[in-house]
T-cell receptor, first 116, second 113 residues
Framework: DAGVIQSPRHEVTEMGQEVTLRCKPI?????LFWYRQTMMRGLELLIY????????DSGMPEDRFSAKMPNASFSTLKIQPSEPRDSAVYFC??????????????FGQGTRLTVV | GDSVTQMEGPVTLSEEAFLTINCTYTATGYPSLFWYVQYPGEGLQLLLK?????DKGSNKGFEATYRKETTSFHLEKGSVQVSDSAVYFC????????????FGDGTTLTVKP
């Protein structure tokens, strides 16, 4: 398996624009997480899905952020409208809840978002 | 709820020094415990793990022992190298929560030659 795949790797956008980040989890993993990482706040959990259902979105900063998981192999994180304070690295991670790697989080390479 | 507390950084050591990064946790069930490492410009990757009390996880010279009595999972390495410079995250995964992972705040390690 190629691991967790995120796209794009880098995104530069203007304030007010819509941004969509994409994630393909590892096949067979049934939990998916979106994290945001900044120097000031460290690693923050935004939302997590189990079997494509959002379980905990308490970390989503405000209504400008939304996430979907239409099927087991794809998830999106959307910011609309974007603001400069959204600049961060966004990570997607997937976990298998059974088997020898149970509980181990596999992270993508991240999307570095810059809002100017 | 579940939580992980890591020793605050940053930590700066000379090459070949002994490393300890403290980690304690709070969990409602019997979690699995993990250490992840993040090298510059990359995502987090698993360093080692332990799934039950008294288990010792080890990898690349790093070790950590699952201590249920003290709810701790401290990371140690006997002799650090410059290439160990990274951010280290302690984490737990609590089965009753269907695979949710809880991470500590991370500790930045810099090793100087």
């Amino acid at each position: 398996d190629a691991g967790v795949i995120q796209s794009p790797r880098h995104e530069v956008t203007e304030m007010g624009q819509e941004v969509t980040l994409r994630c393909k989890p590892i096949s067979g993993h049934n939990s998916l997480f979106w994290y945001r990482q900044t120097m000031m706040r460290g690693l923050e959990l935004l939302i997590y899905f189990n079997n494509n259902v959002p379980i905990d979105d308490s970390g989503m900063p405000e209504d400008r952020f939304s996430a979907k998981m239409p099927n087991a192999s794809f998830s999106t994180l959307k910011i609309q409208p974007s603001e400069p304070r959204d600049s961060a690295v966004y990570f997607c991670a997937s976990i298998q809840t059974g088997g020898p790697s149970v509980g181990e989080a596999f992270f993508g390479q991240g999307t570095r978002l810059t809002v100017v | 709820g579940d939580s992980v507390t890591q020793m605050e950084g940053p930590v700066t050591l000379s090459e070949e020094a002994f490393l300890t990064i403290n980690c304690t946790y709070t969990a409602t069930g019997y979690p699995s415990l993990f250490w992840y490492v993040q090298y510059p410009g990359e995502g987090l990757q698993l360093l080692l793990k332990a799934t039950k009390a008294d288990d010792k996880g080890s990898n690349k010279g790093f070790e950590a022992t699952y201590r249920k009595e003290t709810t701790s999972f401290h990371l140690e390495k006997g002799s650090v190298q410059v290439s160990d410079s990274a951010v280290y995250f302690c984490a737990l995964s609590d089965q009753p929560n269907a695979g949710k992972s809880t991470f500590g705040d991370g500790t930045t390690l810099t090793v100087k030659p």
